[in-house]
Structure formats: structure tokens, C-alpha cells
């Protein structure tokens, strides 16, 4: 204890230094401007160092306004362009779609021109023959595939040839011999009570070009049909003929 009383009154006790007070206010008044002067030569080092390194702020900020309005002028006119895409790709699928239905509609007419030939050319052999016996006949029994599967189209010309040929009413019937699973079977179109029996009823003078279709399930096979002729009022046939897939 008495070391240490000593020692503050001593020569090795600490020295003590005397300062006069500076107020609050005065030592900011100095401090801001010296921070102030120093960033702005910090500020003025980096914009100098920027325009040694060839980097010029407002003109990269013009450059960067500049490419800003290219980019928003460019995508303008991309989206007017995909507008015009749209517009011509439809304007594209109406003229396939016309195109193809006038292709649709010149094939119809192509066929049809075939089958008047086909017409002219049989009754002119017919007018040639001089035929004088009142008679039925099917000609160019045709059966082929049809654009569904299971569906077959058939088609004939029915002509009743003569001096005295009378109006022909009655119905066609189509016998169809089918193979399922190894075992034959009949069917008979129209069948009974269906919606399409009234189109199988015959009423003409002298010729009736007849086209029918009729669908089998895809696992059956067609064999053969067979055409019936049936006159009103007659419950036997007055002509069967055979016809094959062709």
C-alpha cells in the first residue's frame, strides 16, 4: 500500500497532460470538409481514370438510352412481323383447305363424267342390239373398299330393257358372305327395321344407277356379295348376281 502511494508521488508516477476543451460543433466544422474535399478527389481520380481507360459516363449513358430504344423498336416490329406470320399462315391453310375441296369436288365431277360415258356407251350397245324382250339386268356390279375400315361401297346400273317397259318398283337387297374366326356367315343389308332401308327401295323406268355402302366389323372378311333384285308384291327375287371384292 504505501509502494503504490509512493509511486503516484514520485518520479516514475504518470505524467499528466493539460488540454483545452474544443467544442462538439467546432470539431465537425472541421472534420466535414476535409471528408468532403477528400471524396471529391477520390470521385475526381475514379471519372479521371475512367476517361484514361477510354470510359466516357454520359456518352455510355447515351449509348445505353440508345440501344434501349433499338431494342424496344425491335421488338415492336417482331411482334408486328409474327402477326403477319399468323395473318399469312391462315390465309395458307384456307387456300390448302379450298384447294383440297376443289380437288375433292374435280374428282367427283371426273367420276361422275366416267360413269355417263360408261351410261351413253352401254345404251347406245343397248339401242344397237334391238332388244325386244322385256328384261332386268344388273350391269358393272362393281364392290370395292371404302375410306373407313370395315366399310365397303358398292355400286350397279339396273336396266330394264324392251319395247314395253313399264315403271320398275320394288327393292335391292345385298347378301354378304363374311369369314370370322375361320367359320362363314351370311349377313343381309338392309337389315331389318334400319334407318337406311328406305334408300334400298327401287322405283324407276328403264335405268336406276344404284350406289350403296355398308360397314362389317374390321375382324370379318369379305368373301363375296350377292345382289338381289326383289319386285314389289313378289317375295322370290326376279335377279341375283354375284359380285367379288375387285
Known amino acids: 500500500m504505501l509502494r503504490k502511494i509512493k509511486r503516484k508521488f514520485s518520479i516514475s508516477a504518470p505524467r499528466l497532460a493539460v488540454r483545452p476543451h474544443v467544442p462538439w460543433y467546432v470539431r465537425w466544422a472541421i472534420v466535414l470538409p ?30 445505353l438510352s440508345s440501344l434501349r430504344q433499338q431494342v424496344s423498336n425491335l421488338q415492336a416490329a417482331n411482334e408486328k412481323l409474327n402477326g403477319l406470320v399468323v395473318a399469312y399462315e391462315r390465309q395458307i391453310q384456307m387456300g390448302n383447305a379450298a384447294n383440297q375441296e376443289m380437288q375433292r369436288q374435280l374428282k367427283a365431277l371426273n367420276d361422275e363424267k366416267a360413269h355417263l360415258n360408261e351410261d351413253l356407251a352401254f345404251f347406245q350397245n343397248l339401242t344397237q342390239s334391238g332388244s325386244r324382250i322385256e328384261k332386268l339386268s344388273v350391269n ?5 373398299r371404302d375410306t373407313l375400315p370395315g366399310e365397303y361401297h358398292c355400286s350397279m346400273l339396273l336396266v330394264e330393257s324392251g319395247q314395253r317397259v313399264k315403271e320398275f318398283q320394288g327393292s335391292l337387297q345385298l347378301v354378304v358372305n363374311v369369314l370370322h374366326n375361320g367359320e362363314k356367315s351370311v349377313l343381309v343389308f338392309p337389315q331389318e327395321n334400319s334407318a337406311d332401308a328406305a334408300s334400298y327401295q327401287l322405283n324407276f323406268k328403264y335405268y336406276q344407277r344404284v ?31 354375284d359380285a367379288s371384292l375387285s
Not at 471529391?40 to 470510359?55: E, K, P
Open 140 to 144: 358393272r356390279l362393281k364392290v370395292e
Open 211 to 241: 350406289e350403296r355402302s355398308f360397314q362389317l366389323p374390321p375382324e370379318m372378311q369379305l368373301e363375296g356379295v350377292q345382289v338381289r333384285v326383289y319386285e314389289r308384291g313378289v317375295s322370290e327375287p326376279r335377279i341375283k348376281q
Open 34 to 63: 476535409l471528408v468532403a474535399v477528400v471524396a471529391g478527389l477520390v470521385i475526381w481520380a475514379y471519372d479521371s481514370g475512367l476517361q484514361l481507360a477510354g470510359f466516357h459516363r454520359v456518352m455510355a449513358e447515351d449509348e
